[in-house]
């Protein structure tokens, strides 16, 4: 089953939207390739620019800079991630089972097959575990908080908080402890397969995860 889903991102991030042209989606679509085969640092307009014949100042039309590019992408997944949780979760009645699947799929088992994407989620989402620490591990991360960029990993974790919060309403951390899954998850996969001496986790990574 495949479902055609829009999330809507801030408007904030972006000149144009990129969804709203083929030239647009040609962009996202490249600029995540790009940046999983060489790097977020590496990655430039221009590079971009001449990998879909285009002019760089073409792509400017479309995003103020890079950093904004990726944050676009990345709120794409989150909202992804946060409608897939909740389409795993939906028939449970159990909040124990609910916070057992939430690990699951943070771990590993996130399924890509129930929407039409505007790039490919499986490179996107090495990105997310390769690059997203760079989206708020920054100076301006406060100015970047107050025009709410950051909303839809928070409505990730405020949807995880409330799970741990049904399971035990005392537990005085329930933010916290929904943030460090999610943060906890994709660090030890980005550990497991370039850094293995911080972690236990072993088993085989897909390849996706890698850069070419």
């Given at each position: ?124 989402n ?5 690059e ?16 709410q ?28 402890l ?35």
């Amino acid at each position: 089953m495949e479902i055609k889903l829009s999330f809507r991102v801030n408007p904030k991030l972006y000149l144009k939207d990129p969804e709203s042209s083929e030239l647009g989606g040609q962009i996202l679509a490249k600029s995540i390739d790009m940046i999983h085969q060489i790097g977020f640092e590496h990655f430039t307009f221009k590079k971009l620019a001449t990998e879909i014949q285009t002019t760089e100042a073409t792509v400017y039309r479309y995003f103020e800079n890079k950093h904004k590019l990726l944050l676009y992408a990345l709120n794409w997944y989150w909202g992804y991630l946060e409608f897939y949780l909740e389409y795993r979760i939906s028939p449970m009645a159990d909040p124990a089972g609910k916070i057992r699947e939430v690990i699951r799929v943070l771990t590993g088992e996130v399924g890509f097959d129930l929407v039409k994407a505007p790039f490919e989620l499986k490179v996107l989402n090495a990105i997310v575990i390769s690059e997203s620490s760079k989206v708020y591990l920054l100076k301006e991360v406060s100015e970047i908080n107050k025009v709410q960029l950051y909303k839809p990993y928070k409505d990730l974790c405020a949807m995880i908080s409330s799970i741990v919060t049904e399971y035990n309403g005392q537990y005085p951390f329930p933010k916290s402890l929904a943030s460090t899954l999610v943060e906890t998850a994709h660090t030890h996969q980005y550990f497991a397969q370039n850094l293995k001496g911080l972690t236990n986790v072993q088993d085989q990574i897909p390849e996706v995860y890698t850069r070419a």
